[in-house]
């Protein structure tokens, strides 16, 4: 990875910061510590993409910043950290993902119990 890629993700406006996010995302598990950084962006929707790419690295380390993510202040996100979780396959979401059933909106508790079934069935 280029040193300046992360600079380049927090130095743009929020649609080259989207772009940025999706591009990481291509990169894997050689872009995770970038995209874990990233999840801190003010921008729900980069956050939002960059949640998304992590849940597509199939890596130990992203599994507790995605759990964090479940307690971000957006909906959307949360929804996606939810989602992500599910396409992890580490079932130490499961607990997590059960505590967001019982206390968030319809839209993030739906994701979090089809990411459970997911997870469930390994």
Request: glycine residues 6%.
């Amino acid at each position: 990875m280029p040193k300046n890629s992360y600079q380049k993700l927090i130095d743009r406006g929020n649609t080259e910061r989207w772009k940025h996010a999706v591009e990481l995302g291509r990169h894997g598990k050689l872009a995770v510590d970038l995209l874990i950084a990233a999840m801190k962006d003010e921008d729900k929707w980069v956050r939002y993409l960059v949640i998304d790419a992590l849940g597509n690295i199939r890596d130990p380390q992203v599994v507790d910043p995605l759990i964090a993510a479940l307690r971000d202040h957006d909906q959307d996100v949360r929804f996606v950290a939810a989602e992500a979780l599910g396409r992890t396959g580490d079932a130490r979401a499961i607990v997590p993902l059960e505590e967001t059933c019982t206390g968030d909106n319809c839209y993030v508790r739906i994701a979090a119990e089809e990411a459970i079934a997911r997870l469930k069935l390994g």
